[in-house]
């Protein structure tokens, strides 16, 4: 009969902890054996790869983890006070709504609990006094219950006598958001850690969480206006270095791979593809016709912090990566039959884009995996002729493709040797440098940020970046001189 952990963990055949501990650390060593002799046969050209890259990420992620970013705590209490300042404006003009337009009284604070941050009240407020339709989800239980979650709320929007109160407790859950951001704990030495995971998801990019000793979080998804915080060590200075629209000239790339067609690749290097994108779904704006004006109005503010070129930046990943006028009109507060003709024009305009939806199903159903051109190979084990799997397996070509590209740069970049490696975003890099060194390092880095693609027919594809450089992780405005502007930079030293 087999023994297992549990047998030899049991109390009555242990005669101390320290034969306990043994016990642990010999199981331990056996099952990590068992896993190799399990795992080595999977490796091949392409699998070890795969693993090989993994195994060169683990020097630099480490030493980003342990280095953090500093904090300027005085800007962090700055904008922390300004958040709360916001948020004791923005509820006293919520009670004098619900208690004087709505007649609701009983939406009262309750110790430090807000009443706009309960569920219960802010369902009873627009389902029961405003007589609202009743939108529901199901529950963990599998019930519907009604609910007021985001999504609900801008759907409830549309309801003339609501909008005043849910634009209250919606920029009120945001502004909650940004200070909770604002308050991730600081380490003693001033500084924000991230524990970045090389292995979190299925395409090659990272995921991030708290850090070993519990503080920090996830820093990879900060938004503009919270930037300032973070600042570069005295002498150094940030460089902030994009891949430029890499999921989208990525999709072009395998376009040309599978069908030899470059109408989407060409597009993609041709100009901004976002902001045409943003033409092509608001032709009725009064776009100016140069590069210029046009980009300066497809960046003008359209839903929450997002600009429309944003919006519209996830309208073509999401049409790329085969989301429905329906789904995408969610993400995008774009209205869906707006979204459905642009998507009509897209694909007439692009038609290998739905043909590699095509091919990806094929792909499928007669394998069961996809190779991406930067050879990591992807089983999929959902249901292959299901809608589901298909829209996983198209997002996981150019969203891996973008994850080993930004991967293998910061490789070449930690391997350089002049600079530090602060923080990596899905298609970022965060680095500083000693500033005096700025255009010795600069050239080195972006060179070393370049990986080159040679796809069929001999054609050599190499996502383009983009490069800014400053003293803070935001960028440069008439009230922030210390952010991140174009290289080469003029400014001269840091502003006090």
Avoid at 12 to 33: A, H, M, Q, R
Wanted: overall charge neutral; charged content about 25%.
């Amino acid at each position: 009969m087999k023994t297992t952990r549990t047998d030899l963990l049991r109390p009555d055949t242990l005669k101390s902890e320290t034969e306990k501990l043994w016990i642990y650390n010999g199981l331990d060593c056996c099952v990590t054996l068992e896993v190799l002799e399990a795992t080595l046969p999977q490796l091949d050209n392409l699998t070890g790869g795969t693993y090989n890259l993994s195994r060169a990420l683990q020097a630099p992620v480490l030493e980003m983890n342990m280095r953090g970013v500093l904090i300027d705590e005085r800007e962090r209490q700055r904008a922390i006070v300004d958040y709360r300042n916001d948020t004791e404006r923005l509820e006293e003009q919520l009670r004098n709504i619900v208690w004087e337009g709505a007649g609701y009284t009983a939406f009262k604070d309750s110790g430090k609990t807000k009443a706009w941050r309960s569920n219960n009240l802010v369902a009873t407020l627009l389902y029961d006094v405003i007589r609202l339709p009743e939108i529901r989800k199901r529950n963990e239980r599998g019930a519907l219950v009604r609910t007021v979650n985001r999504e609900a709320l801008e759907r409830l929007q549309s309801h003339f006598i609501a909008y005043p109160i849910i634009s209250h407790i919606l920029a009120l859950r945001d502004i909650g958001k940004k200070i909770s951001v604002l308050e991730t704990e600081v380490d003693s030495d001033g500084r924000v850690r991230t524990s970045y995971n090389i292995a979190g998801t299925t395409t090659g990019r990272f995921s991030s969480s708290l850090n070993d000793f519990g503080s920090g979080g996830n820093l990879q998804n900060i938004e503009e206006r919270l930037r300032r915080v973070f600042i570069s060590d005295p002498g150094m200075k940030f460089a902030n270095i994009d891949l430029e629209q890499a999921d989208s000239r990525n999709i072009g790339a395998l376009c040309w791979n599978v069908y030899r067609d470059d109408l989407y690749l060409n597009a993609c290097e041709s100009g901004d593809l976002h902001t045409t994108v943003a033409k092509m779904s608001r032709p009725s704006l009064s776009w100016p016709g140069d590069r210029k004006g046009d980009r300066d109005l497809a960046e003008q503010p359209y839903y929450r912090h997002h600009s429309l070129r944003h919006m519209c930046k996830m309208l073509g990943h999401g049409t790329n990566y085969m989301g429905s006028a329906f789904e995408m009109s969610r993400q995008t507060k774009i209205e869906q039959g707006v979204i459905k003709e642009f998507q009509e024009l897209y694909f007439r305009t692009f038609p290998a884009i739905p043909k590699l939806h095509e091919w990806v199903k094929t792909q499928l159903i007669e394998t069961g995996h996809l190779v991406t051109p930067l050879l990591r190979k992807r089983w999929f084990f959902g249901k292959r002729d299901e809608n589901d799997t298909l829209k996983q397996a198209v997002a996981f070509l150019g969203q891996s493709m973008t994850a080993d590209e930004m991967n293998h740069a910061m490789v070449k970049t930690w391997n350089l040797g002049v600079a530090q490696l602060l923080m990596q975003g899905h298609d970022s890099l965060l680095i500083q440098y000693p500033e005096e060194k700025e255009n010795e390092i600069i050239p080195q880095v972006l060179e070393a940020m370049r990986v080159p693609i040679e796809l069929e027919g001999g054609r050599v594809f190499c996502v383009p970046v983009d490069v800014k450089v400053g003293w803070n992780w935001a960028n440069k405005t008439e009230d922030n001189p210390n952010g991140l502007a174009k290289y080469p930079d003029d400014r001269g030293g840091r502003s006090p």
